[in-house]
């Protein structure tokens, strides 16, 4: 069964440092991985997806992802961390179907 | 551009009361539908999904129920609410290439059933 893992619940960093947000997945095949982000009382908002090709996946609001298949991890970064980006993270990856099958999620806090 | 629309935001029902929220998609055709909870804190759970009118797949038993009668509106119901029904539902869509297609997520509906 394809699955990811995030295994920290929450990151705190200081603003203008930068930040990462882990992922580790389990697929057979080749990987699709999805980033998302929700703010509070928000709906979840699509960040970027590797699909093939590029190992540094570039997204919104100046995230980032690096896919490392020897790893097998997906993290999520950004050079320089805003305040504004404190949020819960998912990433996901297909499930089988037409399903996605998120990640238990990573509370980021970015603190001045 | 496609948008994405869930009504009411907030809701507050009464144990054994019913329950209808509704979820509809612009600007694509025959999009494939799915309802999400989010129970307080943060695990999504998908509930139901549709990939065309009428077909709609149920992920988890419980005491929930989805319609899609028309090509874009996709509905969650109940007949009688439970306390553990209370949550924050999520509906998002997606094209129709399987799990592999982005899928992009309404507001939500926060719902305190008392």
């Known amino acids: 069964a394809q699955s990811v893992a995030q295994p920290e619940d929450q990151v705190n960093v200081a603003e203008g440092n930068p930040l990462t947000v882990k992922c580790t997945y389990s697929?057979?095949?080749?990987?699709?991985l999805f980033w998302y982000v929700q703010y509070p009382n928000r709906g979840l908002q699509f960040l970027l997806k590797?699909?093939?090709?590029?190992?540094l996946v570039k997204g919104s609001y100046g995230f980032e992802a690096e896919f490392n298949k020897s790893q097998t991890s997906f993290h999520l970064k950004k050079p320089s961390a805003l305040v504004s980006d404190s949020a819960l993270y998912f990433c996901?990856?297909?499930?089988?179907?037409?399903?996605?099958?998120f990640g238990t999620g990573t509370q980021l806090k970015v603190e001045l | 551009s496609q948008t994405i629309h869930q009504w009411p935001a907030t809701l507050v029902q009464p144990v054994g009361s019913p329950l209808s929220l509704e979820c509809t998609v612009e600007?694509?055709?025959?999009?494939?539908l799915y309802w999400y909870r989010q129970a307080a804190g943060r695990g999504l759970q998908l509930l139901f999904y549709?990939?065309?009118?009428?077909?709609i797949s149920s992920e988890v038993p419980q005491n929930l129920s989805a319609s899609r009668p028309q090509d874009r509106q996709f509905i969650l119901s109940s007949k009688k609410l439970l306390l553990s029904d209370s949550g924050f539902y999520l509906c998002?869509?997606?094209?129709?290439?399987?799990?592999?297609?982005?899928?992009?997520f309404g507001p939500g509906t926060r719902l305190t059933v008392l």
């Open positions: 998002a869509w997606s094209g129709g290439g399987g799990g592999r297609d982005t899928q992009y």
């Open positions: 697929v057979s095949g080749n990987p699709y």
């Open positions: 590797y699909i093939t090709g590029d190992n």
């Open positions: 996901a990856v297909p499930g089988g179907g037409n399903k996605l099958t």
């Open positions: 600007g694509t055709s025959n999009p494939n």
């Open positions: 549709s990939v065309g009118i009428g077909q």
